[in-house]
């Protein structure tokens, strides 16, 4: 009697939250070329198999990186000083403008879009973002200074090699390469990048000091900016994965507010995303445990959890994503314009 009583509760209750008593059509996106709104789809790049087309594991320490694109300098007319910019950026990175004393940035605007600015470390700085698929060709910034002073300079965008790695399928964990594994993924994937989009960035910055790598042992896996043929479509890479066994602490990369901190157990798993202002955002991926939730300031170098194998994955990493202005740039550049 209790039993029935309870399972027929359930029952009410399935349909009070709104449990579909039939499965939930999911439209599965048709397959695409164009990358630039399919930027978390990047998570199946991690999904090709241990043996075959993987690229082998490369240590890359820090200092072997490149170094950040050249820089030019142009003088400013009304003092000694100089307008710091990059000739060129390559898709995929993030281009430094700044100077080398006052007077400040005041607008800086690229392509026809503002970009913020700020201080850093005593100096004005603004961060230009490339999205890895925006057309390689000129562009033009267009700098206003606090005294009036206004310089126009042309920037090219440099196409960045993408080497392809083979088809890539879905773990079996997540319901492997069926209808319901892929809608599986769909699903959570939407829920995340939603939720990703609908972060309200800090109006300044939130840290003074530069970023950090999340991880003490740098052991890139797969870098940045591949892609992975699906057959159909090309799937860019817009992360970094480093090797991390389960259960390796990992650090916020500089101080700001946790903005996420939720399981999406069909795509990037335990996520943690951290706003540092002005559209900065660390976003750390597959976790076995997070240590810090929605609202928490975080100190640079704090811990926020453990590396893990949640979503989907092949095997235990951290995929590291850093957002510029809502654009996916290659974290390890990204690390390298805080070297003075
Ligand atoms: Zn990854």
């Known amino acids: 009697m209790v039993k029935l009583f309870l399972i027929s509760g359930i029952i009410a209750l399935a349909i009070a939250i709104g449990l579909a008593i039939e499965p939930r059509q999911v439209v599965i996106a048709p397959p695409q070329t164009n990358t630039q709104n399919t930027e978390e789809l990047a998570i199946i790049a991690e999904q090709i198999p241990a043996t075959g087309t993987q690229n082998p594991p490369v240590a890359l320490p820090l200092e072997t990186l490149p170094e950040p694109l050249p820089e030019t300098k142009i003088p400013l007319a009304a003092t000694k000083a100089s307008l710091i910019a990059p000739e060129e950026i390559l898709q995929g990175n993030v281009g430094r403008i700044t100077t080398d004393d006052a007077p400040f940035l005041k607008k800086v605007v690229f392509d026809g879009v503002e970009i913020p600015t700020f201080v850093y470390a005593g100096k004005p700085r603004t961060f230009i973002a490339i999205d890895l698929a925006k057309k390689p060709g000129t562009y033009d910034l267009k700098t206003t200074l606090t005294n009036g002073e206004t310089i126009s300079k042309k920037i090219a965008v440099i196409e960045r090699k993408k080497p392809l790695v083979e088809e890539v399928s879905i773990p079996e964990k997540i319901g492997g390469n069926t209808e319901v594994g892929q809608n599986n993924y769909l699903t959570s994937m939407n829920e995340a990048n939603t939720d990703i989009k609908n972060i309200v960035t800090a109006h300044a910055i939130t840290w003074t000091q530069e970023f950090i790598p999340p991880l003490t042992n740098i052991t890139i896996t797969n870098p940045y900016g591949y892609g992975v043929s699906t057959g159909a479509y090309v799937i860019p890479h817009k992360g970094t994965d480093f090797k991390a066994a389960v259960g390796t602490k990992l650090v916020a990369m500089n101080s700001g507010v946790v903005k996420i901190s939720k399981n999406y157990p069909f795509s990037y798993g335990n996520m943690v995303v951290i706003d540092h202002g002005l559209g900065i955002e660390t976003l750390y991926l597959h976790l076995s445990r997070m240590d810090v939730k929605v609202g928490d300031a975080v100190a640079r170098g704090q811990t926020i ?36």
Do not use: A, E, R
């Open 305 to 340: 959890g453990l590396s893990g194998d949640t979503g989907y994955v092949s095997g235990p990493h951290l995929h590291l994503s850093i957002k510029v202005g809502g654009i996916s740039i290659d974290p390890m550049q990204f690390l390298k314009l805080f070297n003075p």
